[in-house]
């Protein structure tokens, strides 16, 4: 899989899993946790934490790992904030210059 298709596709996953909530589904067990949007913040959280150590500490390895974590979970959490991957995006594209 082309590398720049990867992000599209796991939002893709993670509003279907949104939209039909699957029992053995990571993604479904946060986005109905009885916490709501805030489990998906503490998650954010919790890997924003151990990916500034890896990165601090410089393990390569370790920060690209807890840098694919940190991505997933800002993703579930925008879902769970009801924002559209789309709306971050454009933001982003506004701000070229
Ligand atoms: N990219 C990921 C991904 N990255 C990390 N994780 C999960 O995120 C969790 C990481 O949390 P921690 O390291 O904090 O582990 P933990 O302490 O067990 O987690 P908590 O109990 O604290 O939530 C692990 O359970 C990982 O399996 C992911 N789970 C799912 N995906 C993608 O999401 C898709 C849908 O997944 P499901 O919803 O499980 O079908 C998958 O096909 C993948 O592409």
């Keep these: 899989m082309q590398t720049h298709d990867v992000l599209d596709e796991l939002w893709a996953?993670?509003?279907?899993?949104?939209?039909?909530?699957?029992?053995?589904?990571?993604?479904?067990s946060i986005l109905t946790h009885r916490k709501g949007v805030d489990k998906a913040l503490e998650k954010v959280g919790e890997e924003a934490v151990e990916f500034?150590?890896?990165?601090k500490n410089q393990v390569r390895?370790?920060?690209?790992?807890?840098?694919?974590?940190?991505?997933?979970?800002?993703?579930?959490?925008?879902?769970a904030s009801?924002?559209?991957?789309?709306?971050?995006?454009?933001?982003?594209?506004?701000?070229?210059?």
């Design 13 to 28: 996953v993670i509003c279907e899993r949104a939209e039909n909530p699957s029992e053995n589904s990571y993604v479904s």
């Design 82 to 97: 009801d924002i559209d991957i789309d709306e971050v995006l454009s933001e982003l594209a506004g701000r070229r210059r």
């Design 61 to 79: 390895e370790r920060t690209v790992s807890e840098g694919a974590d940190l991505l997933f979970h800002f993703l579930v959490a925008l879902r």
């Design 52 to 55: 500034i150590l890896a990165a």
